[in-house]
């Protein structure tokens, strides 16, 4: 009886220690996609700054309700950040959506249709397959935000969040962007993290080319 109670005390350490192994593991690798999070997406060799009140022209591009502001919204459905910052971008759609008439830009390398991209967004809203918008609004990873006035103006590109989820209040940087908008404010002021890109690049999007967003 002794032997095996011993038998038995031995292979439950090893379950334990096999279970701490794998938690272990596990936290090790959130923390370093956490790590890669908090990285800049690199700037382009041939990035060429928009200035904000710049007039971005999308007539020729998509039908848009006159008089109205746009929130340009550059998604790739392979980018992880893009995925994490899906449910904060639902909400805000579901905030503003009668007030700004809300655009999803696919910045993707893959084929996709209107409908799947609307699947994958869980929204009925327009789609736009036109990678060049992206150098017109001075955006270079994913997910990001271009926010056009009612003239079609630029008056914010930048981050959703400083969170990776998206769920820092203090960080809601398009939240802001937009209140202030719909607030008749002339600009908003933000600090330099709303600003600095991070995400996915926008030529291509693997696990390994994670930064932070928003």
Request: hydrophobic share 40%.
């Amino acid at each position: 009886m002794g032997a095996n109670k011993a038998r038995i005390m031995i292979r439950k350490s090893l379950v334990m220690m096999w279970l701490l192994v794998l938690l272990s593991a596990v936290i090790a690798l959130f923390w370093y996609n956490d790590w890669l999070y908090q990285l800049p997406t690199p700037v382009p060799e041939n990035y060429k700054p928009v200035k904000t009140g710049t007039v971005i022209a999308l007539q020729d591009r998509l039908a848009l309700p006159a008089n109205k502001p746009v929130l340009l919204h550059f998604f790739n459905p392979d980018c992880p950040c893009s995925r994490f910052n899906k449910p904060h971008f639902k909400a805000l759609v579901r905030q503003f959506g009668q007030q700004v008439a809300f655009v999803v830009v696919v910045m993707s390398t893959k084929t996709y249709s209107v409908q799947q991209i609307q699947e994958k967004i869980g929204m009925p809203l327009p789609v736009l397959f036109d990678p060049s918008v992206a150098a017109l609004c001075g955006v270079y990873s994913t997910p990001q935000a271009a926010l056009l006035d009612a003239k079609h103006r630029l008056f914010y590109r930048g981050n959703y969040n400083r969170s990776r989820y998206c769920t820092d209040e203090k960080t809601s940087y398009a939240k802001m962007a937009l209140t202030e908008l719909l607030r008749n404010k002339a600009r908003v002021n933000l600090d330099s993290l709303a600003l600095t890109s991070y995400g996915c690049r926008v030529s291509y999007c693997k696990n390994d080319s994670i930064r932070s967003e928003n």
